[in-house]
């Protein structure tokens, strides 16, 4: 018998033993859950997890997104907190198959901001779906199927971020 999860990707639950967590993807029957500073994997049939009943208002989680993107974007807030320390001054180089076209640099830290403004773009997605008051939960199951497939097509660029904690995590158990 397959198991199904109770909880979307995105949802903030209440874990007996770890504490509160955030669902960020699922691999095989299990959660994968990012704990304060830790990310575990919990079986679907574990009973012992409640939803996090949060009191800040979405709307007030979406401007603070909205801000830390902002801030991001005009240097406020550096995307060196989050890249790994052999990455940083380093450049991204396209070359194009085409011989008159000029190949194209970008410094990493400004390729990996715009990888971290998709990640949060996708986390607010994710809350709208779980908080939409319209969509039956099979819906929202099949929505956070999407999302979390393309958590998976970014697990590509983990290896440029510091910690794990920052890193996509899609279905699949291997990094693409």
């Known amino acids: 018998m397959t198991l199904t999860p109770s909880f979307a990707v995105g949802s903030f639950v209440q874990h007996a033993h770890y504490g509160p967590g955030r669902i960020v993807g699922f691999e095989g029957e299990f959660y994968v859950i990012h704990f304060k500073g830790d990310i575990r994997n919990v079986p679907f049939s574990y009973q012992e997890m409640k939803p996090l009943q949060t009191t800040e ?22 995307a060196n907190l989050e890249i790994s320390k052999r990455w940083i001054g380093g450049t991204i180089k396209l070359v194009p198959g085409k011989e008159d076209t000029q190949p194209k640099e970008i410094p990493i830290e400004v390729f990996i901001k715009k990888i971290i403004g998709v990640r949060e773009k996708l986390r607010v997605l994710e809350q709208k779906i779980n908080n939409h008051p319209s969509l039956d939960a099979t819906d ?7 999302i979390t497939r393309s958590y998976g097509s970014l697990t590509t660029f983990n290896s440029l971020f510091a910690d794990k904690v920052s890193h996509f995590v899609g279905t699949g158990s291997g990094e693409g």
Do not use: F, M, S, T
């Open 140 to 146: 929202k199951l099949e929505l956070q199927g999407y």
């Open 57 to 78: 208002d979405p709307a007030l989680q979406q401007v603070k997104l909205a801000v830390l993107e902002v801030l991001g974007d005009y240097g406020w807030v550096d």
